[in-house]
Each structure stands twice: as C-alpha cells, then as structure tokens.
Nanobody
Framework: QLQLVESGGGLVQPGGSLRLSCAASGFSFDYYVIGWFRQAPGKEREGVSCISSSDGSTYYADSVKGRFTISMDNAKNMVYLQMNSLKPEDTAVYYC???????????????????????WGQGTQVTVSS
C-alpha cells in the first residue's frame, strides 16, 4: 500500500546542482518522518537529511550542511532534496524512506538505518564527476 518513488538523479559536474523528488502515497498518518539516505558502492547506507511532518523540523548530516536543503510540499505529497555545490563524494544511490515512530534526527543518525524494507523507495543514482 505504501509507495515511495524517487526521481531526479543523474550525472553532474563537481560544483553543480540536482534536485531529487520523493513522491509518497498510501498513508495518511498525523505524524510521519520522511528521510533521504544514500549508499555508495561498498559503503553502508547513511542518513543525509530527514524532515518531520509535525513541525517541519529537519536534520542534516554534517557532510551536507550548507549545501543540501530538504523540503516538503504537503499538497502534492512530495519531499524534495535540493543538492548544491555537489562533490564527487556525494556520488551514491539516493533513497527516500518513511517512518512513524522516530524523530527526524533519530531516523537519520541510526546506523545502520532501521526502517523496514517496505518503507523505502527504489533509489535514484547521483553521479558527480568531471
């Protein structure tokens, strides 16, 4: 029933920008958290940025602070990740996920992520290279 679909990935040069989108459907909880995660080859999936529906509070990993911005469009059930000043180390598959039990900070910092498999999207590839 729950469905999350990511889009917007692609190939970009260092210093460039991309905007990722996550379309969420199949749930209508009063409280939920949507998070962006990424996984590079050979590395653990990590939280990038998460946002809460209750008050719009956000969390950002230190590696992306000042460069990435997460936002929500409640009318369209969309969550976005604006990525600026991209670096080669940002290269990864980016996923969005949903949760109903954790704060946005807990969702993003838990390692490895504890979100059930059914609450993830399929991922979108971001490659930062010259």
């Amino acid at each position: 029933q729950l469905q999350l679909v990511e889009s917007g990935g692609g190939l970009v040069q260092p210093g460039g920008s991309l905007r990722l989108s996550c379309a969420a459907s199949g749930f209508s909880f009063d409280y939920y958290v949507i998070g962006w995660f990424r996984q590079a080859p050979g590395k653990e999936r990590e939280g990038v940025s998460c946002i809460s529906s209750s008050d719009g509070s956000t969390y950002y990993a230190d590696s992306v602070k000042g460069r990435f911005t997460i936002s929500m469009d409640n009318a369209k059930n969309m969550v976005y990740l604006q990525m600026n000043s991209l670096k080669p180390e940002d290269t990864a598959v980016y996923y969005c996920a949903a949760d109903w039990l954790m704060t946005e900070q807990a969702m993003c910092i838990t390692r490895p992520p504890s979100i059930p498999l059914d609450y993830w999207g399929q991922g979108t590839q971001v490659t930062v290279s010259s």
